[in-house]
DNA sequence: GATGCCAAATGAAACCTTTCAGCTCCAGGC
DNA sequence: GCCTGGAGCTGAAAGGTTTCATTTGGCATC
């Protein structure tokens, strides 16, 4: 079998030029059908297959969109791919994963594979905001869209989620199901510091309600399980009455270590809210209620965003769009037995 | 800023010739110094950026490697696309993502795309085995690595997991810790049919054990949750004292339903392992034994064979490459502490 | 029968790189 | 002073597609 069947051979097997077999391609309105079917007749004798990179070379676009998550193990991230991909996939473009694994040179070198490769646009959760490599591939014409607030709206489109607002709602369902003493557990606070602002928030406007800190190192189901521990130390009359998770992942190791203390009871003792919506959520021994990040409208709306500023090119205006999160309330958040206080 | 530099424009820059430039780009030895300062500055200068599709056009192989796995949103596949995606990075290769959702019209789209692309090679966990165009695929000279190990040896090169060896592990460790009422969850039976041939061998091989099945439609936390029920709804005495669950969302569920019915110990009354060591497998309320798949050997051995097979080109010899997987104890089979019946 | 028009087909140019045969130039050997 | 050899550089060709200015052919109009 020949190795490389060009669309040469299939004009000149079905006695056509290139250009008429291009335009059954590309333009079959244009072309006689008699000759059409020629052409396709031959595409399959000769088992033609269109090489893309040479019609992405030739036309500039690339039809490839690439994606720079953080770590791609939090299903949070793996969710949020998996709907950019299948949104993606309807507009023919497909997407290249990076995960970067919060290193900043795995970051980079994503960054630059991708722009050698000519991807219509990227997608990136950015490790510490905009860098200057990020200013430099945008001003070479990469459309580059961002899921950081923290982005300068003047020079970059950025797509986010309301993280005071999640928070101040987190906290206030708290409040609203009669707990006083919210203890906000997650970390590194530079990451959660938006959650941990709307937390605050909340608190101070309601008297009587008290807000402490935990910080962690990272957002996993082992952290939390230790945060649960910490609380579980501590004497029973210093404990909080509820906890905020930073994320779901957290939530599931707090509720974990809580529960297996079978003295204490989630909600009835201490409730717990989570943040993310992740699958596992909704499964936990105590539904955990959470805080729904919409991902399928994030997806939605990085796309059309970045369809925008590659077909716009000058007129488009760069802007911060903002979701805002939704309370989702389970089980592990019922008012307390006691009703409110 | 000059939307598109190409190495033209910095051959002029520089003084220099095309030619000089690529090779300060691929063969540096060969440049004097005094010219590789010149171009690299002038590269700079220019924010010269190579385009990778006219090269991967120009050497004819491609740098990208389609995956194309069933399910993205289980966990297994996503952490086995992570180590791919780390394993292939190495490599300077890039990993393009497409998810079927056992969806035999999505794998099709995506086996187009990818091959439209010239990906250097295809990794694919099939839902329907080697179909007709995976076969015209491969005989157009794409190689191709399949996850499943009904492909024919002859043809296709295979990297998959021995589940009938899975399958006996789990079992044999139930048996073995004392348990005689054996209950296989997981289905569809055409997806699991070899973890169930490795349970029904070691069972058999015992006296006095009985396994008995109950089909599910799906391996998800959901299912589980039902098999749960099925299984509580059951007499007291026709309960099984162990399950084998196919895989570890299915175990986490039915997990869930267990615990929830407090008359019920897992694992003092039941016994439970699940299959994949997904990263949550540890982090159940009771830890889950399971069955643990050697991602990151799989991920390395199907490049290395992905490799071989482009670089090789007809001295490489098919095969199939079974993995052995491992047996994971954790709390959720210790034996009961009544002892062995 | 000549003219004009439009749809359809043509084929060369362009996209950007790598490769390679051939060229230049210089050092060293005789 | 001439020749040889080799290091370094050059520039055209190739890779497969799309685009577009031209050409062709058919048909209606006058």
């Not at 297959?49 to 036309?59: E, G, I, P, T, Y």
């Not at 939090?74 to 497909?94: I, M, Q």
């Not at 050698?116 to 997608?123: A, D, H, P, Y």
């Given at each position: 079998?020949?190795?490389?069947?060009?669309?040469?051979?299939?004009a000149e097997?079905a006695g056509?030029?290139v250009?008429?077999?291009?335009?059954v391609?590309?333009?079959?309105?244009?072309?006689t059908?008699?000759n059409?079917?020629k052409?396709?007749?031959?595409?399959?004798?000769?088992?033609f297959?269109?090489?893309?990179?040479a019609?992405q070379?030739?036309?500039?676009?690339?039809?490839?969109?690439?994606?720079?998550?953080?770590?791609?193990s939090n299903p949070?991230?793996?969710?949020?791919?998996?709907?950019?991909?299948?949104e993606?996939?309807?507009n023919?473009?497909?997407?290249?994963?990076g995960?970067?694994?919060?290193?900043?040179?795995?970051e980079?070198?994503y960054?630059d594979?991708?722009?050698e490769?000519?991807?219509?646009?990227?997608?990136?959760?950015?490790l510490?905001?905009?860098t200057?490599r990020?200013?430099r591939?945008?001003?070479r014409?990469?459309?580059?869209?961002?899921?950081?607030?923290?982005?300068?709206?003047?020079?970059?489109?950025?797509?986010?989620l309301?993280?005071?607002?999640?928070?101040?709602?987190a906290t206030?369902?708290?409040?609203?199901?009669?707990?006083?003493?919210i203890?906000?557990?997650g970390?590194?606070?530079?990451?959660?510091?938006?959650?941990?602002?709307?937390?605050?928030k909340?608190?101070?406007?309601?008297d009587g309600?008290?807000?402490?800190?935990?910080?962690?190192?990272?957002?996993?189901?082992?952290?939390?399980?230790e945060v649960g521990?910490?609380?579980?130390?501590?004497p029973?009359?210093?404990?909080?009455?509820a906890?905020?998770?930073?994320n779901d992942?957290?939530?599931?190791?707090i509720?974990?270590s809580?529960i297996?203390?079978?003295?204490?009871?989630?909600?009835?003792?201490i409730?717990?809210?989570?943040y993310?919506?992740?699958?596992?959520?909704?499964?936990t021994?105590?539904?955990?209620s959470?805080i729904?990040q919409?991902r399928?409208?994030i997806?939605?709306e990085?796309?059309?965003?970045?369809?925008?500023e590659?077909d716009?090119?000058s007129?488009h205006v760069?802007?911060?769009?903002?979701?805002t999160?939704?309370l989702?309330?389970r089980?592990?958040?019922r008012?307390?037995?006691r009703?409110?206080?």
């Amino acid at each position: 079998m020949k190795p490389n069947v060009g669309i040469r051979e299939v004009a000149e097997h079905a006695g056509v030029s290139v250009g008429t077999v291009s335009n059954v391609l590309n333009h079959p309105k244009n072309v006689t059908p008699a000759n059409l079917a020629k052409v396709q007749q031959s595409m399959i004798e000769l088992g033609f297959v269109r090489n893309d990179l040479a019609r992405q070379l030739r036309m500039g676009a690339g039809s490839t969109i690439g994606l720079v998550v953080l770590n791609i193990s939090n299903p949070f991230f793996a969710d949020l791919a998996h709907a950019l991909e299948a949104e993606a996939e309807v507009n023919g473009h497909t997407v290249i994963l990076g995960s970067s694994d919060q290193d900043a040179e795995r970051e980079d070198r994503y960054i630059d594979l991708f722009e050698e490769q000519r991807v219509r646009g990227m997608l990136i959760a950015p490790l510490h905001g905009v860098t200057p490599r990020l200013s430099r591939l945008r001003s070479r014409g990469t459309p580059v869209i961002l899921f950081d607030s923290s982005a300068d709206p003047e020079h970059f489109c950025s797509v986010t989620l309301d993280g005071t607002a999640g928070g101040y709602m987190a906290t206030n369902h708290l409040i609203d199901t009669g707990r006083r003493k919210i203890l906000f557990a997650g970390g590194p606070f530079s990451q959660v510091g938006e959650r941990l602002t709307g937390a605050s928030k909340a608190a101070r406007e309601h008297d009587g309600v008290t807000l402490s800190l935990m910080e962690t190192n990272d957002l996993t189901v082992a952290e939390g399980r230790e945060v649960g521990n910490k609380i579980l130390a501590m004497p029973t009359t210093s404990r909080p009455d509820a906890i905020f998770a930073a994320n779901d992942l957290l939530a599931v190791g707090i509720l974990q270590s809580l529960i297996l203390a079978s003295d204490l009871s989630v909600p009835d003792d201490i409730a717990l809210i989570g943040y993310d919506d992740i699958d596992f959520a909704a499964s936990t021994m105590v539904p955990l209620s959470t805080i729904r990040q919409p991902r399928e409208l994030i997806a939605r709306e990085a796309l059309r965003l970045l369809h925008e500023e590659s077909d716009a090119g000058s007129g488009h205006v760069h802007g911060r769009h903002l979701f805002t999160p939704e309370l989702v309330v389970r089980e592990s958040t019922r008012p307390a037995e006691r009703a409110d206080a």
